[in-house]
């Protein structure tokens, strides 16, 4: 069982960037009639979301975000000793993404710099391996950098996924100090549904190929090519609702912790109706639980940092504290208690 | 059983009282498409706390059918 405890690691500093580029999804999609959007957009709750021109890539947004923590923290690059860097939108296929930003801040050469291909759930992956890291004696400070495009890989003409998703990056500077108190993880998978959300074509199971980049009429009235994600979203939605609260509860235990005592939850940011639902099942009151995909989207692994950083991030005069659930793409499913003791919150970089 | 089950056809697809009946196959509903689903199980998880598992459902095919799947489940 994949349950891991911290004592004395936590967030010192967290930034957040999105492109200027706002799409409206009541107005901007030519694709569906108007009525249609409006009735999609008042189900999803998603009104805009940041959209990447061609030339911006994950890293780009990263490597904002992490330029304006690191300055405005003062903090020594000489002291980052790790850097890793979740995406399911990189740079490229090889080398790993992590690497480049590695040079690219002027980190020593020293840092361990790496990839992690996880989507909704890695931010709380992400998070319990800077922490690992972070828990060694030689290992002085982590950058954990999650960044995605992924209005790059969903077609904008498939209703099921053509108005949720956003671009964005943060940045999570993490450290040792006492300040910190306990924290837990719980890191779950479940490969059987792995075709849920799939882009079929691209890897070396099925190259792509000229046929790959057509457009395909799928079942709903939804069309993707194989080159862009398809999504079950009706197999999503049963996996979370049936899942979530359940591991929600189980972290609470976990943490010697009553529901009450956590100041806030923050769910990754799929859909309204998702996360209502999951809140109403967690009889969750809703000043706790706090939302960004009105404005962002979903985000993939950047939406619970992003949520923190935007919707509480004055909140944090004093320490909270935090219930964290990513559940998505893989399947793979992570939540995790953790305290966050005032760190410094950039405000939202746009480039 | 059965007239939950139409008060939540009813509420979730926004009909007029009374214009769900137990021998509707309520996939030919105009109103019937993939977040209606969605909004079916959501509901049903609220009211009855229980998530039909999407294999089951696809077997239930009127208001009936899924009023009994329900009961026998409770």
């Not at chain 1, 999803?44 to 030339?55: A, H, L, P, S, W």
């Not at chain 1, 057509?214 to 939605?237: A, I, N, R, Y």
Request: with cysteine.
């Amino acid at each position: 069982m994949a349950v891991l405890k911290f004592n004395g690691v936590g967030i010192s500093g967290l930034s957040a960037a999105v492109p200027k580029n706002i799409y409206h999804n009541r107005t901007d999609n030519k694709y569906f009639e108007s009525d249609d959007a409006e009735k999609i957009v008042e189900k999803i709750g998603v009104e805009e979301r940041r959209v990447t021109d061609r030339d911006m890539c994950s890293s780009d947004l990263g490597l904002a975000a992490a330029e304006r923590l690191l300055g405005d923290m003062n903090i020594d690059r000489s002291s980052i000793d790790a850097l890793i860097f979740v995406s399911q939108t990189a740079d490229y296929r090889i080398p790993a993404t992590g690497i480049i930003l590695q040079h690219k801040l002027g980190l020593p050469k020293t840092c361990a710099a790496f990839d992690v291909n996880l989507g909704c759930s890695g931010f709380v992956y992400g998070l319990s391996m800077a922490y690992s890291f972070a828990t060694q004696p030689t290992v002085d400070r982590v950058l954990l950098i999650n960044a995605e495009t992924r209005t790059k890989v969903y077609s904008f003409k498939d209703r099921k996924t053509g108005f949720l998703f956003g671009d964005a990056a943060t940045v999570c500077l993490v450290e040792r100090g006492e300040i910190y108190g306990e924290s837990y993880f719980k890191l779950d998978s479940d490969g059987s549904k792995a075709d849920y959300i799939m882009i079929k074509s691209g890897g070396y199971r099925n190259p792509c190929t000229s046929e790959s980049f057509l457009e395909k009429e799928q079942p709903g009235g939804c069309f993707h090519s194989d080159e862009q994600v398809h999504m079950d979203g009706e197999g999503v939605f049963e996996f979370v609702i049936t899942n979530v609260p359940r591991h929600v509860r189980e972290v609470l235990r976990l943490s010697q912790l009553e529901k009450e005592e956590v100041d806030y939850y923050v769910f990754h940011q799929a859909n309204r109706f998702m996360n209502e639902h999951v809140r109403k099942m967690l009889k969750l009151e809703k000043e706790k639980v706090p939302y960004s995909f009105e404005k962002f989207g979903n985000t993939s692994s950047v939406s619970i940092p992003l949520t923190i950083a935007t919707s509480v991030k004055d909140k944090f005069d004093i320490p909270r504290k935090i219930l964290v659930s990513g559940f998505g793409v893989g399947l793979s499913l992570a939540s995790a208690f953790f305290t966050l003791s005032t760190p410094h919150i950039t405000e939202l970089i746009e480039i | 059983m059965l007239n939950k089950i139409k008060e939540l056809f009813e509420d979730v697809l926004e009909r007029d009282s009374g214009t769900v009946n137990p021998d509707d196959k309520f996939r030919e509903y105009e109103e019937w498409d993939s977040l209606a689903y969605l909004s079916v199980i959501a509901k049903i998880d609220e009211d009855f706390g229980f998530v039909i598992p999407r294999d089951d459902f696809q077997k239930i095919i009127t208001i009936k059918d899924l009023a009994g799947y329900l009961e026998s489940h409770q």
